[in-house]
């Protein structure tokens, strides 16, 4: 079983800017693709971003599309979400996701049942 612990979250303004880590520890991390969701109280979990194995492809939520980006570096079991022109809409709990794969262009991704303990965005108005 692998474990996720993501990171970097904090309080930022509308506009700003932050970047979070998921490194994952366990049995081998790479090359599953990994995802990024978010939660806020009363909702469902949501689909952020999500990437291949390899890193090569990467797909969003519309909502993130063009502010976000999902990185990867296998090397340090890690992966990252940059998020630019951050929301007040963009606050909640952030998670990330190992999936059982995989995910290309054009194919959905699969959720896994291993999650970290998530990371609280606020982004203030």
């Known amino acids: 079983q692998v474990q996720l612990v993501e990171s970097g979250g904090g309080l930022v303004q509308a506009g700003g800017s932050l970047r979070l880590s998921c490194k994952a520890s366990?049995?081998?991390?790479?090359?599953?693709?990994m995802g990024w969701f978010r939660q806020t109280p009363g909702k469902e979990r949501e689909f952020v971003a999500a990437?291949?194995?390899?890193?090569?492809?990467?797909g969003y939520a519309d909502s993130v599309k063009g502010r976000f980006a999902m990185s990867r570096d296998n090397a340090k079991n890690t992966v990252y979400l940059q998020m630019n022109s951050l929301k007040p809409e963009d606050t909640a709990v952030y998670y990330c996701?190992?999936?059982?794969?995989?995910?290309?262009?054009?194919?959905?991704?699969?959720?896994?049942?291993?999650w970290g303990q998530g990371t609280q965005v606020n982004v203030s108005s």
């Open positions: 996701n190992q999936s059982p794969g995989p995910y290309y262009p054009g194919s959905a991704y699969h959720q896994g049942d291993a």
């Open positions: 990437i291949s194995r390899g890193g090569g492809y990467t």
């Open positions: 366990g049995r081998a991390f790479s090359p599953n693709p």
